[in-house]
């Protein structure tokens, strides 16, 4: 993170970050969430722009470098980082609908989390788990990793620097899962 920090930090409204190892299924439980808030102004789903090709699985706003130096460099990301050799970054779009109170989820990095509590006024935090061989599962069918960056992933597993808001594992029906991270989303509005 640079230490372009914003100041005073970004609120009232509420960031949720959605965390957790690749192949828990975070998109997965945002997506059906993201259903169940289809036409409400006051939560906004953040579409991360990633320096990467779309790809099944994560639907996101791609950059190249250069553009996402220069928007860092300008101060354009509320939020921003790096892990597995990309850039991810929150657009614009998400400081604006949190300064007019409403509330954002986002796909977000356990590496970030330090950063996030010190740009957002509110900051809620989801961590969506699963078992190994559930993720190893996950990971092969998304056919974005070889089997030796699937292993490495699966070996990942960074500190928390905050403790999660909301514990979720996602096993069995993902729409149970979903339904518990609306839940989450629907109280954080009240």
Not at 76 to 85: C, E, K, N, Q, V
Not at 121 to 140: D, I, K, S, W, Y
Request: aromatic share 4%; charged share 25%; proline share 7%.
């Amino acid at each position: 993170m640079s230490p372009d920090a914003i100041s005073p930090r970004l609120g009232p409204g509420a960031l949720i970050l959605v965390v957790g190892p690749s192949g828990a299924g975070k998109d997965t439980l945002i997506d059906l969430a993201r259903a169940r808030f289809t036409g409400a102004g006051r939560v906004l789903f953040a579409r991360r722009l990633v320096t990467r090709p779309p790809g099944a699985g994560e639907a996101h706003g791609t950059l190249s470098a250069a553009e996402f130096e220069a928007g860092c460099a300008a101060g354009r990301f509320p939020l921003w980082w790096r892990a597995h050799g990309l850039a991810y970054a929150l657009g614009p779009e998400v400081a604006d609908q949190i300064r007019c109170g409403g509330a954002v989820v986002a796909n977000g990095s356990r590496a970030t989390l330090d950063e996030a509590r010190r740009r957002f006024a509110r900051l809620a935090v989801v961590l969506v788990t699963a078992p190994p061989e559930v993720r190893a599962a996950r990971l092969a069918a998304r056919g974005r990793e070889d089997e030796a960056d699937i292993r490495a992933r699966l070996m990942r597993q960074p500190e928390l620097a905050l403790a999660p808001d909301l514990v979720i594992e996602n096993v069995g029906l993902p729409e149970a899962a979903g339904a518990r991270l609306s839940a989450f989303i629907a109280a954080a509005l009240a």
